[in-house]
C-alpha cells in the first residue's frame, strides 16, 4: 500500500484567513480585475438592451484617457475578448460615431458597439416601436388606477404601493426605449 509523502494537500488543515498575511499584494490585481469584470458587464448590457445575442461575436471600441485603464485592456485584451465575445478590439482615445452605434459607460471608459453589422436595424425600430406602444397602454391604466380617488380609498395600500412601483418601472422603461430608438435613429 502506498502510502502519501509527509505533505500533501489531501491531507492538510484548510486554511485560515489569519494565516494568509500577504493581502496587500494583491490589491493592484485584484483592482485590475474588477476593472475588467465592470468593462465586461457594461458590454453585456449593451447587447441586452439592442436585443444583440449574447453568443455573438461583436466589435468594441473602448474609449479612455486613463492611461492605466487603456493598457489593462491592451494587456488583457484575449481575456476581454473572450469573456465579452468581442471579435475586434480597439482602445482609443477619441472615437467619433459613424452609423448607428450602441453606446455605454463603466468605470474610467466609455463604450461603443457599431451596430449596422450586428442587427436589422429596421426589425430593431419596429420591436421597440411595438414594446413602447405597450408600455404607453400600461402606463395609462396604471395612471387612470392610480388617478381615481375611489381606487386609493377602496385598495389595500399594498395593492396601491405596487402600482405605484410599476408606474415608475414603466417610466424607466419608457425612458430606456426611447434611449433606445434614438440611438437607432429615424427612418
Request: some cysteine; hydrophobic content about 40%; overall charge neutral.
Amino acid at each position: 500500500m502506498e502510502t502519501l509523502p509527509p505533505y500533501s494537500i489531501m491531507i492538510a488543515r484548510y486554511p485560515t484567513m489569519e494565516e494568509f498575511t500577504d493581502t496587500e499584494g494583491y490589491g493592484d490585481e485584484a483592482h485590475s480585475m474588477e476593472r475588467l469584470m465592470e468593462l465586461i458587464k457594461a458590454v453585456r448590457n449593451i447587447r441586452g438592451e439592442h436585443n444583440i445575442d449574447q453568443g455573438q461575436k461583436i466589435p468594441l471600441v473602448v474609449c479612455s484617457n486613463d492611461l492605466f485603464f487603456k493598457d489593462l485592456v491592451q494587456r488583457e485584451d484575449q481575456l476581454l475578448m473572450a469573456l465579452a465575445k468581442v471579435n475586434q478590439l480597439r482602445a482609443v482615445n477619441h472615437y467619433e460615431r459613424k452609423g448607428t452605434v450602441a453606446s455605454g459607460v463603466c468605470p474610467g471608459a466609455e463604450l461603443f458597439i457599431p451596430l449596422s453589422d450586428l442587427i436589422d436595424v429596421e426589425e430593431e425600430r419596429r420591436r421597440i416601436s411595438r414594446n413602447l406602444a405597450k408600455a404607453l397602454k400600461e402606463l395609462d391604466k396604471a395612471e387612470n388606477k392610480l388617478n381615481n380617488e375611489g381606487f386609493l380609498k377602496g385598495a389595500p395600500h399594498e395593492v396601491v404601493a405596487r402600482m405605484r412601483d410599476g408606474r415608475r418601472e414603466l417610466l424607466f422603461k419608457l425612458e430606456k426605449l426611447n434611449r433606445n430608438l434614438k440611438v437607432l435613429g429615424s427612418t
